[in-house]
């Protein structure tokens, strides 16, 4: 059995729409019009170039000869490609000075494809959505709570794609790490599918213990299950007929990058899916995950998980955040992390 997370791409055309301008008599209308033009190319800037696909599908390692030929299982392939290449993570808010995520799409270009990052779920999915806009499918941005560990859903801190095929919605979450969908899902009440083997969700479309009118409030719920006789447990909800915009989320991305309890600002995080690429010619299938957290990196492959290594300073976590996921950090990003609370503090027998 071989681990990869390299296949192949997807290749596609699309179309920019153009506008018209219109103004009434006014001081000065050529500086009005630029102002409109500039932020009407603002508001367009809501996909990718042809040039920039192609660059993204050579860094997951997908090729358009090999693209399925439905819409699904193109977006399935993509997914499970995009999911075993981009990683969940939150280095950023660790190994930089400035500590804050842009959710500006050429800056998430840069990061991802150039730079061979990730990020955490506003990052990727906001990336991963423009992707899928590019290439002509139809979908809304949308905004989630996650369960936290008190047993209550917090405020918006999540997002997710709501793509619609053939007259049929499916969740594509590429930004919930582990215990997150690697498949679009469609939007069925009561729905169970497989996630990686033996782990299973579930969407319910229903109403919160939280809600002040439960009778009249309905929002969609993702639960997992470790396996068939482990208890349920809802992860997050989120509204699938509200569409989010930029600024939304910009408000949530915020919150979410600066709160001293956020987990992302207190975690050391790092995570991607692992495929079986033995078939050849044949779809992949996500056979378990890598996770580096904290201190540790583990691999979890069907029932079996094992860790893999333990850190015990900082350059061990940064060789290893190498070695497993090539990611190198800079200098400077090395030593942006020194006084934090997430920094590995070198042990010793004195200490």
């Known amino acids: 059995m071989t681990f990869t997370t390299h296949t192949r791409a997807l290749q596609t055309s699309f179309s920019r729409s153009s ?29 990718y170039s042809q040039d920039q696909l192609e660059r993204y599908f050579r860094h997951i390692g997908y ?5 399925e030929k439905d819409d699904l299982g193109r977006l399935t392939m993509l997914q499970l490609r995009h999911m075993a290449r981009v990683p969940f993570e939150s280095l950023t808010l660790h190994y930089s000075k400035h500590r804050r995520l842009s959710l500006d799409l050429e800056d998430l270009f840069e990061k991802i494809v150039d730079k061979g990052r990730g990020g955490y779920c506003m990052e990727v999915n906001a990336f991963f959505g423009a992707v899928l806009r590019s290439l002509g499918y139809a979908l809304i941005n949308v905004g989630g709570r996650v369960k936290a560990g008190d047993g209550e859903y917090k405020g918006w801190n999540h997002m997710v794609n709501i793509v619609t095929i053939n007259n049929t919605r499916y969740l594509v979450d590429v930004g919930f790490g582990s215990h997150g969908s690697v498949n679009p899902v469609p939007l069925e009440h009561n729905h169970i599918f497989t996630t990686v083997f033996p782990v299973r ?11 002040t009118d439960p009778i009249n409030q309905r929002v969609w719920v993702y639960s997992t299950q470790e396996n068939e006789s482990a208890p349920w447990k809802e992860m997050y909800c989120f509204v699938a007929d509200m569409e989010f915009f930029p ?44 996770i580096l957290h904290k201190d540790y990196v583990k691999r979890r492959i069907g029932n079996k998980a094992e860790f893999i290594e333990h850190f015990e300073s900082e350059e061990q976590r940064v060789k290893a955040l190498e070695s497993y996921f090539g990611i190198v950090l800079t ?10 609370p997430s920094e590995l503090k070198t042990r010793c027998g004195h200490c």
């Not at 090729?63 to 693209?67: C, F, T, Y």
């Not at 939304?248 to 995570?271: G, H, I, R």
């Not at 078939?279 to 378990?288: D, H, R, V, Y």
């Open 63 to 67: 090729s358009p000869k090999d693209a």
């Open 19 to 47: 506008f018209l301008l219109t103004y009434t008599s006014t001081a000065n209308p050529p500086a009005l019009f630029h102002q409109e033009r500039k932020k009407k190319k603002k508001k367009m800037l809501l996909t």
């Open 201 to 211: 969700g579930r969407l319910e479309y229903k109403s919160l213990s939280q809600h």
């Open 331 to 340: 200098r400077k990003e090395r030593e942006a992390i020194r006084g934090l």
């Open 247 to 290: 600024a939304d989320f910009e408000v949530m991305n915020l919150s979410t990058m600066t709160s001293p309890q956020s987990f992302f600002v207190q975690t050391v995080m790092c995570m991607w899916l692992l495929l079986d690429d033995e078939k050849k010619g044949q779809q992949p299938e996500p056979i378990g995950v890598l």
